[in-house]
């Protein structure tokens, strides 16, 4: 397992560019709240870290992980941001619908960064029990968010 080997909230802060007068999205899933809620405190920490002011970030709350892609296109035609930010957490359950929730989250994800010809950063945490989910947004293996919300940065400002 690959974040058992890094801490999700550790990165070289010299290496993330000045994001002053960015303006971000974070769309967020109300589906699991407590994990979801920690990701964006995690993501928006980061954000306002690297000079993204509060008012420069813009939140829009969806009902699940399903949502997202549609989300994240409504806050892209109204907003125009610099770059999106999704945050979900779907945990396996016993039936398939976890396979396709994920499958269809990541893939609608994956097309409005074509399509929008903006970043649209994956913060969605796919994991197998509820331990693992917070592990990952605040626990042993730090926060996602953070991560996410330096890849925002980084894609938002690539030239």
């Known amino acids: 397992m690959a974040t058992a080997l890094q801490n999700l909230s550790q990165y070289r802060e ?44 813009i939140t829009y709350e969806v009902p699940g992980s399903f949502e997202l892609p549609y989300g994240a296109s409504k806050m892209i035609q109204k907003h125009a941001p610099d ?6 957490s779907v945990i396996q359950g016993e039936t398939k619908h976890f396979d396709f929730v994920c499958s269809a989250t990541a893939q609608g994800i994956m097309d409005l960064n074509t399509q929008a010809q903006l970043p649209v950063i994956f913060c969605v945490l796919t994991d197998n029990n509820w331990q693992q989910a917070k592990d990952r947004s605040g626990g042993k293996h730090g926060n996602k968010g ?8 980084k894609m938002a400002t690539l030239s």
């Open 83 to 88: 770059a999106v930010i999704v945050i979900g």
């Open 146 to 153: 953070v991560e996410a919300a330096v890849a925002a940065i």
């Open 14 to 57: 010299d290496l993330v560019p000045d994001a002053t007068g960015l303006r971000i999205g974070i769309v967020v899933a109300s589906w699991n709240h407590e994990i979801t809620h920690a990701l964006y405190q995690g993501a928006h920490d980061t954000l306002t870290k690297h000079g993204v002011v509060p008012q420069d970030i």
